[in-house]
């Protein structure tokens, strides 16, 4: 298993940008992909989309227009980013290995909890 | 309210049999594959069934996946206080472009 572990502030004010890392260390980044998974307080989980090494993405539909994805290939770090977000942006964030064609996931790391308030 | 459909929560006592079923439509689980997993809040997801049927290393023979048409189902048998969690399938919709999750059942072992 490889361990995948995101970091980020835990606490942004509506309106700014949500900035996470998630670290992949005890392995090569390869040829897997990686995906972004959310989940807010209460409810079930989220897609938010996924970055392969080269830097190709591919994100939700419905946040597209706030997200981006990127990886740093030397650090083996992937990186997500969401604009202008608002208090249904909070919640428990997971990095996880994706494997593609059949899209499952595996592993996942912790989870990171990201409040949006002011 | 979740494109897939699963039941809120299931219950069973230690030892008996438990299925949660997963529904979704032909743009989804009827022409993708489905995966499962188990998340006790505050630790990672765990895989426990991906492509359908299959498992991963180290997840025990009790958990199982099957699909037919539209639907999915994990089973699992000889039920233990442990693996009282939260499971969630997942798929890949065609129309629509992204990952669904399952809006999560919740498995209390009586």
């Known amino acids: 298993q490889v361990p995948l572990q995101e970091s980020g502030p835990r606490l942004v004010k509506p309106s700014e940008t949500l900035s996470l890392s998630c670290s992949v260390s005890?392995?090569?980044?390869?040829?897997?992909?990686n995906s972004w998974i959310r989940q807010p307080a209460g409810r079930g989980l989220e897609w938010i989309g996924r970055?392969?090494?080269?830097?190709?993405?591919m994100y939700n539909p419905n946040l597209k227009s706030r997200v981006t994805m990127s990886v740093d290939t030397s650090k083996k770090d992937f990186f997500l980013k969401i604009r202008s977000v608002t208090a249904a942006d909070s919640g428990v964030y997971f990095c996880?290995?994706?494997?593609?064609?059949?899209?499952?996931?595996?592993?996942w790391g912790q989870g990171t909890l990201v409040t949006v308030s002011s | 309210q979740s494109v897939l459909t699963q039941p809120p929560s299931v219950s069973a006592a230690p030892g008996q049999r438990v299925t949660i079923s997963c529904s979704g439509s032909?743009?989804?689980?009827?022409?993708?594959?489905v995966s499962w997993y188990q998340h006790l809040p505050g630790t990672a997801p765990k895989l426990l069934v991906y492509?359908?049927?299959e498992r991963p290393s180290g997840i025990p023979d009790r958990f199982s996946g099957s699909k037919s048409g539209t639907s999915a189902t994990l089973g699992i048998t000889g039920l233990q206080t442990g693996d009282e969690a939260d499971y969630y399938c997942?798929?890949?919709?065609?129309?629509?472009?992204?990952?669904?999750f399952g809006g999560g059942t919740k498995l209390t072992v009586l």
């Open positions: 997942a798929t890949w919709d065609s129309s629509l472009r992204l990952v669904l």
């Open positions: 996880a290995r994706t494997h593609p064609p059949t899209e499952w996931f595996d592993p």
């Open positions: 032909s743009s989804n689980i009827g022409t993708n594959y």
């Open positions: 970055i392969y090494v080269d830097g190709s993405t």
């Open positions: 005890g392995d090569s980044i390869g040829i897997y992909y």
């Open positions: 492509e359908n049927r």
